[in-house]
């Protein structure tokens, strides 16, 4: 939420191209005077700056084409592979072959809430697409498209960012302002720093390729029969009715063989009813800039949470509401994205929303296999049975945390899912860490060109 600010200045200053009070802000003003002598963005990158476009709806696809991104998969430096659609082939190279991107070309958004985060493409995926609402800027290396991302995402740009934007209906920067966006210049200094961040990024995505193998390989593995058809057909007899749930997909028979299938002839306890807490609402009248990241459905990114989201809120909220989010916590999604899971892997201080769920699990392996039973076909199914639809939005009965049984782990489910998940996680946190504290010096820099570059 945008906060009063009051400041004076000089009238000599005031332009007629713009009256906006932000564009005369002094942060603003300071910024823009001390980097008129850096290259313009236009300058910095290969070619020109291409937008994006979104294929007519019968161009998406459930289980093939090419990845497409929408600007809520993007945030500060990842984008989050979970969140993709998928869009026709030949309508990505043809129609809209000027926004292909390749791993290291940078996305960056233009528009709305989203406006103003940039992330390089993962090594993971040969080639994507875009929506209207972002931009792919291309750079001459790896290493020059690692260094500006870090600056389009530090605070030094996002102050010039909000005096440069304009608005129609929501925020937008338009290709031409982008373009001439002021860039610090990239210099050797940064060489061996910023290819550690490349190596860092690969290891990261890489870990979470893993992962996504993992629970393809649990779903096939196990032969699940669930698929998340919105179209289903099957027959219900009356008797069979539940008075709790008159919902069709309760009585979907592909979800109950699912379950079954994990189920059947096996012991199985549920989730420890004392350490499963939902999130609460702050109000959009606590939404900060700053202070403690406040972290909703949307912020939920390739298995774990978006430590820099759109919205924050003050400190004093942590001793308030007492979610006591740790290291280690489970969070998934009752409301809005159904079966949305992560792994809190930060013991950083964060607030969850209401839509949200945290389960700490009893030890280390329930983690890994709670967490592999959910974002699996078994959860979808779970899922599935117990959403319910009010006010146009999902939302998840209180009945799910009774019902989910959880199957007794054994010894090739050990070996073969959760050792390799534990292993996973930790290479994705290590390189997240290591990202955090390179960006985290590389950004000083901007403002202390004498820092020590080694970390």
Not at 29 to 36: I, N, P, Q, R
Not at 137 to 155: G, H, V
Not at 292 to 303: G, L, Q, R, V, W
Not at 373 to 394: D, N, P
Request: net charge negative; hydrophobic share 35%.
């Amino acid at each position: 939420m945008s906060k009063l600010e009051i400041f004076i200045t000089n009238p000599i200053k005031l332009s007629a191209g713009s009256f906006y009070p932000r564009n005369y802000n002094p942060k603003y003003l300071f910024v823009k005077e001390g980097m008129s002598t850096c290259p313009t963005m236009s300058q910095y990158i290969v070619g020109d700056i291409k937008g994006g476009s979104t294929p007519p709806a019968y161009f998406f696809y459930k289980d093939h084409g090419v990845p497409f991104i929408k600007t809520s998969a993007v945030s500060r430096h990842y984008i989050n592979v979970n969140d993709l659609q998928l869009i026709n082939e030949g309508f990505h190279n043809k129609t809209i072959k000027r926004s292909i991107t390749h791993p290291y070309d940078i996305i960056y958004t233009m528009t709305g809430k989203f406006m103003g985060k940039a992330a390089m493409c993962p090594p993971t995926i040969a080639e994507m697409n875009m929506s209207q609402n972002s931009v792919v800027l291309r750079t001459a290396s790896p290493k020059e498209a690692a260094f500006l991302t870090i600056y389009l995402n530090s605070q030094i740009n996002r102050i010039q960012v909000r005096g440069t934007y304009s608005i129609t209906k929501q925020k937008f920067m338009n290709q031409g302002k982008i373009a001439n966006l002021k860039v610090m210049k990239y210099d050797s200094k940064y060489d061996a720093l910023i290819q550690e961040y490349i190596d860092a990024f690969d290891s990261y995505y890489y870990a979470v390729l893993r992962i996504q193998e993992i629970i393809s390989e649990f779903n096939k593995d196990y032969h699940f029969s669930f698929k998340d058809e919105s179209q289903f057909g099957f027959v219900v007899k009356p008797g069979s009715f539940d008075k709790r749930m008159l919902m069709p997909n309760f009585y979907r028979p592909d979800v109950e063989e699912t379950i079954a299938t994990l189920n059947d002839g096996i012991n199985t306890i549920g989730l420890d009813s004392e350490n499963l807490s939902k999130g609460d609402e702050v109000g959009s009248a606590n939404y900060l800039e700053e202070g403690i990241p406040f972290i909703k459905t949307s912020d939920i990114i390739n298995f774990d949470v978006d430590y820099e989201p759109d919205c924050y809120c003050p400190e004093s909220f942590l001793s308030q509401l007492e979610q006591d989010i740790k290291c280690g916590d489970i969070i998934f999604a009752k409301d809005g994205k159904p079966g949305e899971v992560a792994i809190i892997q930060e013991d950083n201080k964060v607030i969850i929303s209401s839509g949200l769920v945290k389960y700490r699990p009893r030890n280390t392996d329930e983690r890994y296999w709670v967490f592999l039973l959910l974002s699996s076909k078994y959860g979808e199914s779970y899922f599935k049975k117990w959403f319910v639809i009010a006010s146009t939005m999902l939302h998840l009965r209180a009945d799910f945390f009774e019902a989910f049984a959880i199957p007794e782990i054994t010894d090739d489910v050990k070996v073969k899912y959760i050792d390799s998940l534990e292993r996973s996680f930790d290479k994705k946190c290590d390189a997240y860490i290591k990202i955090a504290k390179i960006k985290a010096v590389v950004e000083e820099s901007f403002t202390n060109p004498s820092i020590d570059l080694s970390i």
